[in-house]
């Protein structure tokens, strides 16, 4: 059974940066595309990054592709996600998801069908 568990966040004051992982077991990680969502207080989830299955393509949600990096590790069956130049608007619960056999990126929710439990940043001003 496909486990993510993320790591990271917390609080961190405006204009700072963290680092959220996500380690993920029970099936072949290169067989998944993968993507960090969000969702911020009184608002829907949203996309946030998305990364193929071996790495060489990333997709981000564009007013957020100059701070945010999303990375992954085949060998560690990770993925990170960098955040820079934090904002008290970036504050909110984020999520990794898994896509079995994902033909490149998605920032689509329903394209995913493995999500992790979460993981709470906030950006204090």
């Known amino acids: 059974q496909v486990k993510l568990v993320e790591s990271g966040g917390g609080d961190v004051q405006s204009g700072g940066s963290t680092r959220l992982s996500c380690i993920f077991s029970?099936?072949?990680?290169?067989?998944?595309?993968l993507a960090w969502f969000r969702q911020r207080p009184g608002k829907d989830r949203e996309a946030v990054a998305s990364i193929g299955r071996s790495g060489g393509n990333t997709q981000y949600v564009p007013p957020l592709m100059a701070r945010f990096t999303i990375t992954r590790d085949n060998t560690l069956n990770m993925v990170n996600l960098q955040m820079n130049a934090l904002t008290p608007d970036d504050t909110g619960v984020y999520f990794c998801?898994?896509?079995?056999?994902?033909?490149?990126?998605?920032?689509?929710?329903?394209?995913?069908?493995?999500w992790g439990q979460g993981t709470q940043v906030t950006v204090s001003a």
């Open positions: 998801a898994a896509s079995l056999g994902l033909p490149g990126t998605s920032t689509r929710r329903a394209d995913y069908q493995y």
């Open positions: 029970g099936d072949t990680f290169s067989r998944y595309g």
